[in-house]
């Protein structure tokens, strides 16, 4: 009988092993696999505990390395979005300042702002990298995608001082939108523009939108650019003119992208190049209200 038993089990071991994986027993071997598993692995570790702190050794360094990898990948990935990010919002203002370009009739040259602060006495200015060299000169109007950055006051080869509009020292003419009331603006640094109309009856309101007037031959200002909305309206009784505060479309402390209009329009752009009224102002605008109240001008005093 014992023969007998060895002989069937050889038999049965040559079948399994010349079937390979189509062996008639493969069923039954990978289902004694399934079960025993787990109790082989649990065995081996008790018996041989150095080798399973061996392996579980190597597994943390294998398992760090590739945390380290992914860290790496996640902060190169990150400085490329954020290079990326960057390129875009240039892109953006890039994109911004060609239009406002484009619907003023100005032509523009491109240039970015690399200094900022005081400069030949001025407190409010920017350096900008282009220059003489780049066919800038004195007294050229600087714009960016939301409107008046300042003028030129002076050139080197291949930069170029910009006055802002913020500066005490600033004035240029304007003009309000549809009534084209004039008057003068000058730069209060941190402050709304302070605005002079010339006609002390003129009816503005807060919201009202005013453009540069423009000079002679475009020089130092181009007309049309977009100065800022009215925020208020000062009395000033018995005066010829009237005062108001401006609140301007450029952020000055936000300055990258700059145009510096190098051939003026052939024509006065008039308010073409003022940006579209929202669908809740322009509902506004069909049932227009009465002047805001005028508010009395500040004093030092309490």
């Given at each position: 009988m014992l023969v007998l038993l060895v002989l069937v089990a050889f038999a049965l071991i040559t079948v399994d092993i010349k079937g390979g994986d189509d062996s008639p027993l493969g069923g039954a071997r990978r289902a004694a696999a399934s079960a025993l598993g787990p109790v082989e692995d649990a065995a081996a570790g008790a018996v041989d505990p150095v080798a399973g702190y061996i392996r579980a050794i190597r597994d943390a360094g294998t398992h760090q390395e590739r945390l380290d990898q992914i860290t790496r990948e996640n902060t190169e990935l990150r400085q490329k979005l954020a290079s990326s990010d960057a390129a875009s919002g240039r892109t953006k203002q890039l994109d911004d300042m060609?239009?406002?370009?484009?619907?003023?009739?100005?032509?523009?040259?491109?240039?970015?702002?690399?200094?900022?602060?005081?400069?030949q006495g001025f407190s409010w200015t920017i350096t900008i990298d282009a220059g003489s060299d780049d066919g800038l000169?004195?007294?050229?109007?600087?714009?960016?995608?939301?409107?008046?950055v300042g003028r030129i006051t002076t050139v080197a080869p291949t930069t170029a001082t910009v006055l802002l509009a913020s500066d005490p020292g600033f004035t240029a003419g304007v003009r309000l939108e549809g009534s084209g009331e004039i008057g003068f603006a000058a730069g209060q640094g941190a402050s709304p523009m302070r605005i002079e109309l010339l006609n002390g009856r003129a009816q503005v309101k807060a919201g009202d939108r005013l453009v540069t007037f423009g000079s002679q031959s475009g020089r130092p200002f181009v007309p049309g650019v977009p100065v800022g909305t009215?925020?208020?309206?000062?009395?000033?009784?018995?005066?010829?003119?009237?005062?108001?505060?401006?609140?301007?479309?450029?952020?000055?402390?936000?300055?990258?992208?700059?145009?510096?209009?190098v051939v003026p329009p052939r024509t006065d752009p008039r308010d073409a190049v003022l940006p579209p009224v929202p669908a809740a102002s322009a509902g506004a605008a069909g049932n227009p209200q009465a002047p805001i109240a005028a508010v009395p001008p500040t004093t030092g005093g309490n």
């Open positions: 060609l239009r406002t370009a484009g619907s003023g009739g100005y032509t523009v040259k491109a240039a970015q702002v690399i200094a900022i602060g005081a400069a000169t004195r007294d050229m109007t600087v714009i960016d995608g939301q409107g008046l009215v925020k208020e309206v000062q009395a000033t009784p018995g005066q010829l003119t009237k005062t108001i505060l401006v609140e301007p479309y450029v952020q000055f402390t936000r300055l990258d992208l700059v145009g510096v209009v």
